[in-house]
């Protein structure tokens, strides 16, 4: 049973701001949310962690409601070598693998 | 450090014969996991350890999957035999500790395996 749910893919310009949704309804308490990105022919790597309002780095946005029944990741003002497919993860561990799946996450496609 | 290291990057093999591919996880890291990636299914978790025992393999597709971690420094992932339908990226990452927890997984380049 997916944990997660997100948009298969999104387009967007250059320069404008990217917002990824992620629904998480059975998040627990303990929970946190995790971002990857993933570029053609590379593994995954890390983008952003939060456990509930906002988080922010060098690299993006995570904002997390109240509720924390959903997330959204935000990309700001976008350039092409931001194409890439995004994961949202919830976990920690607590039941074994299901927490670890990736699945196909949201493919971003970014447009000159 | 250097990363999660796999090899080989590339692999092609005939349907029938035995595909070994290798990882070496961050020094330290006490997870260390498996997936498999394709364009229909995505990332899929094959299976993952910690301190070197198996925990959960459920994500092996059949008995034709093996893998094996001798040592925390060293992991397998054998398939025998091949078939065209194994034909994947497989990457290997590992993490500090429980993953997700505020701990970050770290992904291999991949072994992109062809099976014809």
């Known amino acids: 049973l997916a944990k997660t749910t997100q948009p298969i893919s999104m387009d967007s310009y250059e320069g404008q701001e990217v917002n990824i949704t992620c629904s998480h309804n059975?998040?627990?308490?303990?929970?946190?949310i995790t971002w990857y990105q993933q570029f053609p022919s590379q593994g995954p790597r890390f983008i952003i962690q939060?456990?509930?309002t906002k988080v922010t780095n060098e690299v993006a946005s995570l904002f997390i409601p109240a509720d924390r029944k959903s997330s959204t990741l935000s990309l700001p003002r976008v350039s092409l070598s931001d194409t890439a497919v995004y994961y949202c993860?919830?976990?920690?561990?607590?039941?074994?693998?299901?927490?670890?799946?990736f699945g196909t996450g949201t493919r971003l496609t970014v447009i000159p | 450090d250097a990363g999660v290291i796999q090899s080989p990057r590339h692999e092609v093999t005939e349907m029938g014969q035995e595909v070994t591919l290798r990882c070496k996880p961050i020094?330290?890291?006490?997870?260390l996991f498996w997936y498999r990636q394709t364009m229909m299914r995505g990332l899929e978790l094959l299976i993952y350890?910690?301190?070197?025992?198996?925990?959960?393999d459920s994500g092996m597709p059949e008995d034709r999957f093996s893998a094996k971690m001798p040592n925390a420094s060293f992991s397998t992932l054998k398939i025998q035999p091949s078939e065209p339908r194994d034909s994947a990226v497989y990457f290997c990452?590992?993490?500090?500790?429980?993953?997700?927890?505020?701990?970050?997984?770290?992904f291999g380049e991949g072994s992109w395996l062809t099976v014809v």
């Open positions: 990452a590992s993490s500090l500790s429980r993953p997700l927890s505020g701990n970050t997984i770290y």
């Open positions: 059975n998040i627990a308490t303990n929970d946190y």
């Open positions: 939060g456990y509930k």
């Open positions: 993860l919830v976990g920690p561990d607590q039941t074994g693998a299901n927490n670890l799946f």
């Open positions: 020094s330290g890291h006490d997870y």
């Open positions: 350890f910690n301190n070197n025992v198996p925990i959960d």
